[in-house]
């Protein structure tokens, strides 16, 4: 599970990045749409991780309101391109 969270919160940076770096306009959007997945893939490990107990719910609760600010940005953007 730790190696999953891990993939799915160091996926959203790199996909930010290497969009911005090689694509534009619809390409961008699509590795923007890419990241905005990988955060809603690590909120669920994260509150699989809170289901079981590794974390607390307030820690949880925390790091879910984090992924709720990324998705948001990454949606505004998205819809501006």
């Known amino acids: ?43 669920y490990w994260l509150y699989l991780s809170q289901d079981i107990g590794f974390i607390s719910t307030a820690l949880y609760s925390e790091f879910s309101r984090k992924c709720t600010e990324i998705i948001l940005m990454l949606t505004g953007i998205i819809n501006k391109l």
């Open 1 to 43: 599970m730790r190696e999953q969270l891990v993939r799915a919160a160091t996926s959203v940076p790199a996909n930010i990045a290497e969009g911005y770096g090689g694509a534009r306009g619809k390409g961008y959007r699509n590795y923007l749409t890419i990241a905005r997945r990988s955060t809603n893939e690590a909120d």
